[in-house]
């Protein structure tokens, strides 16, 4: 299967953004990546659903957004109404609620009722039994492998073995293991031979520039297609 390719539009130049979509676009990658930060869960705030529905205007890509916020429940349904394809929370913002693993199950329900793939997110120290309790509830598990919050980071090796161990399950189950965080053509092809399909790359595409954008694109292609 071809492996996914979505650029976090976090990590693009914003104040040239949608020259920045045009060009990866025209690349061939397979989706967006949106991350929305709210300065609460993660201390930086990047975009909100305003600028969901103008990146919505401008490209026909499938567009998965990453939320990076507290409380994800209230965001579904404006994001369902604009069409994305899928919403990641995190199991995190769960975890401090008293009764959090109800309310967690509850809103990967919601994204589904709503038509959207549904997925987790899993930080670099979260374990990966979150993902036992909601196998059945989730098209999607992301596997952090920086800290959430920022673009640029390096990529933690240490995640590689958690990448293995859902990847086995997942494909069982026809769940998409997803990557975010310091991928690159190097870490990109050793998460895919660790069982990722779906790689969300930020700096490595945007750092070169606008001009920059298709070389990118086209060298993680190269290293990472099976
Ligand atoms: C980090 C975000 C990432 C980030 C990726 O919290 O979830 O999507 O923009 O950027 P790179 O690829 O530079 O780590
Ligand atoms: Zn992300």
Known sequence: M???????????????VGEALDAVEAAGVDALHLDVMDGHFVPAISFGVLFVREIRARTSLPLDVHLMVAQPENLLDELAAIGVRGVTVHAEA????????????????TIRGAGMRAGIALQPGTSDTV??????????????????????????LDQIEKIRRVSARARISGIQVAVDGGINPETGAACVAAGARYLVVGSALFSGGLDGIASAVSRMRGAVQT
């Open 131 to 156: 993902f036992d309790v909601f196998e059945a509830d989730i098209d999607d598990l992301l596997v952090m492998t920086v800290e959430p919050g920022a673009s640029g980071q390096s990529f933690r």
């Open 2 to 16: 071809r492996v996914q390719i979505a650029p976090s539009v976090y990590a693009s130049p914003l104040l040239r």
């Open 94 to 109: 769960f975890a401090a609620r008293p009764d959090g693993s109800r309310e967690l199950g509850e809103v990967l329900r």
